[in-house]
Nanobody, 117 residues
Framework: VQLVESGGGLVQAGGSLRLSCVSS????????MRWHRQAPGKERELVAS????????HYVDSVKGRFIISRDNAKGTIYLQMNSLKPEDTALYYC???????????WGQGTQVTVSS
């Protein structure tokens, strides 16, 4: 099983980034997909999640209206479009797959997002 994130980088406040997470080794369409992030000295937090068919996206309040999560089951990939980025969005962003049926979960290695003021 692999989850490989990409798309992170350094961006100025107000800018945009698009993260991608490519999966392999499991039945992608059977897993709820999530983006989490962890800033230095802080606990990991759930940023966004999306249902099996790409429905029912959910977001943490701090990113509502700025971030959009999406998935392409044919490609086994999820995305996180991040707009109007703020310095407080700086963190390591992780892709996560979760199965309601088996309660199995997989994590990627993370991609760094740094927003300068």
């Amino acid at each position: 099983v692999q989850l490989v994130e990409s798309g992170g980088g350094l961006v100025q406040a107000g800018g945009s980034l698009r993260l991608s997470c490519v999966s392999s080794g499991f039945t992608f369409s059977s897993y709820i997909m999530r983006w989490h992030r962890q800033a230095p000295g802080k606990e990991r937090e759930l940023v966004a999640s999306i249902g099996l068919s790409g429905d029912t996206p959910h977001y943490v309040d701090s990113v509502k209206g700025r971030f959009i999560i999406s998935r392409d089951n044919a490609k086994g990939t999820i995305y996180l479009q991040m707009n109007s980025l703020k310095p407080e969005d700086t963190a390591l962003y992780y892709c996560n797959a979760y199965s309601i049926l088996t309660r199995g979960t997989w994590w990627g290695q993370g991609t760094q997002v740094t927003v300068s003021s």
